[in-house]
């Protein structure tokens, strides 16, 4: 039988060559007690879980609107200060009303394909 140093103590080679706990397992038994036993704890778990969830897309997607609101405010203000900005835009909007209204870009001109 053939001995091996494990860093304190000597040891056999079959104690040296065992597979040792994994860090999963570990983990999972350290996670283990926190997760109820019974079915009501495990169903509050499960409520509360998905209400924060909710509560917080519910949070984000008022975020995302109030900053898409608040760049056209500052955009529409950008161009309102600049002359040459609010005479493309309005060439632009124009443009697009008469393709709406028409069924044709403004000035007959057709896109090339």
Do not use: C, H
Not at 24 to 29: A, N, S, W
């Amino acid at each position: 039988m053939m001995a091996a140093w494990n860093g304190s103590t000597v040891t056999s080679s079959a104690a040296f060559f065992r597979p040792k706990r994994s860090t999963y397992k570990r983990g999972m038994e350290s996670f283990d007690a926190y997760i109820p036993e019974d079915i009501y704890s495990l169903l509050v778990m499960v409520v509360v879980a998905l209400v924060a969830i909710w509560l917080v897309m519910f949070v984000v997607r008022k975020l995302i609107g109030i900053a898409i609101v608040a760049a056209l405010v500052i955009g529409g203000f950008m161009i309102w200060q600049d002359p040459t900005l609010l005479r493309t835009a309005q060439d632009t909007a124009i443009g697009y009303y008469d393709q709406w209204q028409n069924g044709a870009p403004a000035g007959d001109e057709r896109g090339q394909w």
